[in-house]
């Protein structure tokens, strides 16, 4: 009898979802329901390969997780069947809180961050499955005897970060986050509990500190998706905005209740199971849905906003190291307020600034452990000779309608 259902992956061909407990997850609906939200939000707007979901994500971070118990097992790391299931249900659910989009209306539907959502739907399951997922729920809080286990979830080379730079790389055809994981994975060990890294795969791990810096600015944080993202975030709290006015709004009922309704983390704790319903109702396509109706309504920001969406006709996105002047500001902000024929209070949805921000490794928290030749296990940062550029790269950023008034030839 086979143990394990195979599917096909793209990135790594065949992979394995063991049957019981595991596969059983993989078929719920909470679960079913990451293959309707995109794992990369809009960033299709720039590489219109990159249309795969987190369904996709979570099945290769497990497939991942599955390839480093071996290694460790190997290696003679205690690493029992329970505690191997705990942890790969850990990283198969870790992004089941995911709104539509992923991380862009995170914090514009709900006061929710998505990993305190996933912890409300492992909850739910473990009542669900009587249980079973006590474990995965300690090793994902990091409450685990054995923390190493919390760091293949969640750590600095954990099988999440493996997973989507390998993945967002294939589907966006951007090379420069290809990261030899394979090697990686059969370079890790354990001292003392914690993951480390054997000596010889240093220079695999500077590989993927560089490729994880590069696909921020030039995927993750690319100024036209941004753009998109901060188009999004407007047209969505500016339909928020009437429907607290009092208009009524064409939206699927899991939308219109999110529209109406603004559950923080009080909310989830005190109606954890009818919240959680509500939400796992709702996906990218209520939003593209709504996107299309609003583009006739008789608010005229609001369909200009979901226009621009639906057509592709974006905002202009400027960076810059340095904050922008007040007197340019204020020449775009007359600008805009000339163009679009509306008052002051359309400025916020028109005129968005704000800053990003990215290191290539941070050694303030959970630095990577090198375990070298003669035994001794020494931080990253005094492992190499090579600048790890911990410093954070910080860009102030402005984006504004495209008209014709201040677009440079």
Known sequence: MKNKKILNDPVYGFV????????????????????????????????????????????????????????????????????????????????????????????????????????HFMEELNDAYAGRLGLALSIFRDEYEKPFLHQLVSGQLDMDRMDYLNRDSFFTGVHEGVIGYDRIIKMLAVRDDELVVEEKGIYSIEKFLIARRIMYWQVYLHKTVLSAERMMIAALQRAKDLTREGVELPAS???????????????????????????????????????????????????????????????????????????????????????????????????????????????????????????????????????LQSRAIRKHYLCYPKAPFYQQE
């Open 16 to 119: 394995g979802i063991p049957y019981g407990i595991i596969f059983n997850l993989v078929e719920h609906p909470f679960f079913q329901r990451l293959r309707r939200i995109k794992q990369t939000s809009l960033t299709h707007l720039v590489y219109p390969g990159a249309l795969h979901t987190r369904f996709h994500h979570a099945l290769g971070a497990l497939h991942l997780m599955q390839q480093a118990i071996e290694v460790l097992r190997s290696k003679e790391v205690d690493i029992t069947p329970e505690e191997a299931e705990g942890v790969c249900i850990a990283i198969l659910l870790h992004d089941i809180g995911h709104g539509p989009f992923s991380h862009t209306l995170e914090h514009t539907l709900m006061q929710v961050t998505h990993e305190d959502i996933s912890i």
């Open 253 to 387: 009922p899991a939308l219109a209740y999110f529209l109406h309704n603004e559950p923080g983390p009080e909310d989830f704790k005190r109606h954890r199971k009818e919240l959680l319903q509500k939400f796992s109702e709702l996906d990218d396509y209520d939003i593209i849905a709504a996107l299309k109706r609003w583009k006739g309504v008789p608010d005229r920001l609001l369909a200009f906003l979901s226009r621009g969406l639906i057509d592709r006709s974006l905002f202009r996105l400027e960076f810059s190291h340095e904050p922008f002047s007040e007197s340019y500001l204020e020449q775009i902000r007359q600008g805009v307020l000339h163009w679009s024929g509306l008052g002051e209070e359309a400025l916020p949805y028109l005129l968005i600034q704000g800053q990003e921000s990215n290191a290539a490794y941070r050694k303030s928290k959970d630095e990577i452990k090198i375990l070298r030749k003669d035994g001794q296990v020494k931080p990253m940062s005094e492992s190499t000779d090579y600048d």
